[in-house]
C-alpha cells in the first residue's frame, strides 16, 4: 500500500550546520510530495511542496526535490537556527487523503 | 478566513462520557480530513468528507466514533463511552477538491481521557 518512510531520530545540530532528513515513499501512482512541520504544542503546517517528478519545492531555506526514479523527497537546510527546532512530516498524496511519514524530532542547540 | 478552526483547544473528560469535538475549515474548500496523532507519532487517518457525503473512513474509526459534516461546512467528531486510549490529539483539515492538493491543519484538540 501507499505509505512514507523517513529517518529515525532526534536529530541535534549544532546551529548554522547542514540539515538532511530523509524520506522515502511508496504510492501506486505519482503522488504529490509534502514537509510538513510541527512545534511544540501545535497543528502542522505546510513547509513545502512538489506536484510532479523533479520539481523543487522551498521555504523558508529549506528545500526538497521530488526524485521519481529513487521515490524520494529529502528535505535539506543549508544551515540551521535555533528556531528551527520542531518535528518533521514527510507526507504524500497518492490519490485523495495526506499519507504522513513517522516524523524526524530536529533539535539545534546554540 | 485565518484558517481551519478547532474547538475545543484541550478536552479532558472521565472515562466512559461522550465528546464531540468542532472543526471549521478554510471557505470554499470542498475536503475536510480528521486525523488522530499520538505522542511521538505521525498523524493517522481517520476519515474524510467531499462536501457533506463521507467517502472514506479508517479502520481505526471503531463504532463508538462518528463524524458529520451536515451541510457542507463545518464538522463534528464524536466519541462515545470514551477510553483512555482514546486520548490523543485530533487534527482536522481542509483542502480544494482540485486535484492532490496541499491540506491545511488547525491547531487541533487535544483529549485527555481520565
Known amino acids: 500500500g501507499d505509505s512514507v518512510t523517513q529517518m529515525e531520530g532526534p536529530v541535534t545540530l549544532s546551529e548554522e550546520a547542514f540539515l538532511t532528513i530523509n524520506c522515502t515513499y511508496t504510492?501506486?501512482?505519482?503522488?504529490?510530495l509534502f514537509w510538513y512541520v510541527q512545534y511544540p504544542g501545535e497543528g502542522l503546517q505546510l513547509l513545502l511542496k512538489a506536484t510532479k517528478a523533479d520539481d523543487k519545492g522551498s521555504n523558508k531555506g529549506f528545500e526538497a526535490t521530488y526524485r521519481k526514479e529513487t521515490t524520494s523527497f529529502h528535505l535539506e537546510k543549508g544551515s540551521v537556527q535555533v528556531s528551527d527546532s520542531a518535528v518533521y512530516f514527510c507526507?504524500?498524496?497518492?490519490?485523495?487523503?495526506?499519507?504522513f511519514g513517522p516524523g524526524t524530532s530536529l533539535s539545534v542547540i546554540p | 478566513d485565518t484558517g481551519v478552526s478547532q474547538d475545543p483547544r484541550h478536552k479532558i473528560t472521565k472515562r466512559g462520557q461522550n465528546v464531540t469535538f468542532r472543526c471549521d475549515p478554510i471557505s470554499e474548500h470542498n475536503r475536510l480530513y480528521w486525523y488522530r496523532q499520538t505522542l511521538g507519532q505521525g498523524p493517522e487517518f481517520l476519515t474524510y468528507f467531499q462536501n457533506e457525503a463521507q467517502l472514506e473512513k479508517s479502520r481505526l474509526l471503531s463504532d463508538r466514533f462518528s463524524a458529520e459534516r451536515p451541510k457542507g461546512s463545518f464538522s463534528t467528531l464524536e466519541i462515545q463511552r470514551t477510553e483512555q486510549g482514546d486520548s490523543a490529539m485530533y487534527l482536522c483539515?481542509?483542502?480544494?477538491?482540485?486535484?492532490?492538493?496541499?491540506?491545511?491543519f488547525g491547531q487541533g484538540t487535544r483529549l485527555t481521557v481520565v
Open positions: 507526507a504524500q498524496i497518492p490519490h485523495d487523503k495526506v499519507i
Open positions: 483539515a481542509s483542502s480544494a477538491t482540485t486535484g492532490r492538493t496541499e491540506a491545511f
Open positions: 504510492a501506486t501512482g505519482y503522488p504529490s
